[in-house]
């Protein structure tokens, strides 16, 4: 069997693909995958050493500056192009897209060839990409079933949940010790998406001066772009430890009492899976406010705690912090509600949509 899958810009969109493709070598002994991404983001450096194929494509989201979207027009089509003659040259039983602007090309040049499509969808409201070429595919897979009245599409769509869930649950739990963390006490995890986030880092340094006399610890991932502009001449107390990334942070989840997290889809079904107690606050930064919808959703049935930024204060997150490190009560309840709002097996629920659609 082969396989093309494209994906990229952030790890919300790499990491539901990768668990995907984990899925297929899993139940397909004589697989092969092709990644298609962009020349110039993670996925370019992160898919390779992964030791999967990969190629390379030329284009960029759009803007507001009128020369560059002008440009970017003209390397669409250049794209489409290529990918077609990458998809002739592979002859893939279909094209999986997994979200990002890369995405456009490879499954409109798809569709072209005729070659059967699926793309997920991990946000409650679909990003630009997914909405242009949903009309493309043959079969649509959403996290949230709020997704759908935004999706135009003659082919199927089906609620899989998102695949980062299960692949959390196989992630070794970290050790505390090699963490510089101290066993029996609880843990507070904090960490603001794959790439960080400046506002929030703003907000918590202050916090997080202050939580000497508290008997809990935190690990608090800042993001690689901005660890060093975070810890210049800081002295965080000793029960607060400082990370520019975690390699895995499934395994880091699964040793803490607390996290408070972004809403990126990817993070909350980790959260889901794994049913640790949290405090989101979506990042308002996103196109279409698209991480308040994906809160907003889980909070309205009760599965996680939403704060939104704007309401970031040091009084309200220690408060809420301490009420779920010592509320016994509100933390069964959570834990329940996560229960029944967990999707165990979307990778292979993806899997199998896909496999009898290419019979």
Partial sequence: MKIVVTAGGTMGHINPALAIIEEFKKN?????????GTHNRMEKEIIPKKEIPYEEIEIYG??????????????????IKKCKKILLDFKPDVVIGV???????????????????????????PGKSNKMISKYADIIGLTFLESKKYLKTNGKIIY??????????????????????????KLVTIVAGSLGSGSLNEKFCHILE??????????????K???????????????????????????LLKISDVIISRAGAGSLSEILALKIPSIIIPSPNVANNHQYYNAKELADKKCILLLEEKDVTEEKIVSMIEDLLHNEIKRSELIHHMKENKVEDSANQIYLAIK????
């Fill in 210 to 223: 202050n939580l000497n006399d508290k008997p809990f610890e935190v690990v608090y991932i800042t993001g």
């Fill in 99 to 125: 979200g990002g602007y890369v995405t456009y090309p490879v499954l409109k040049a798809a569709h072209e060839l005729k070659i059967k499509t699926f793309i997920h969808e991990q946000n409650s409201i």
């Fill in 160 to 185: 899989t949940g998102h695949p980062c869930g299960a692949w959390a649950l196989h992630i070794p739990k970290k050790e505390k010790k090699s963490l510089g963390l101290t066993e029996g006490k």
């Fill in 62 to 79: 759009f803007s507001k500056d009128i020369f560059l979207d002008l440009k970017n027009i003209f390397l669409i089509q250049k794209a």
């Fill in 225 to 251: 772009a901005h660890f060093e502009e975070f810890t210049k001449g800081k002295n965080f107390p000793k029960n607060v430890k400082v990370f520019p990334y975690m390699e895995e942070l499934p395994g």
């Fill in 356 to 359: 009898e659609a290419i019979k």
């Fill in 28 to 36: 397909e002994s004589d697989l092969e995958v092709l990644y298609i």
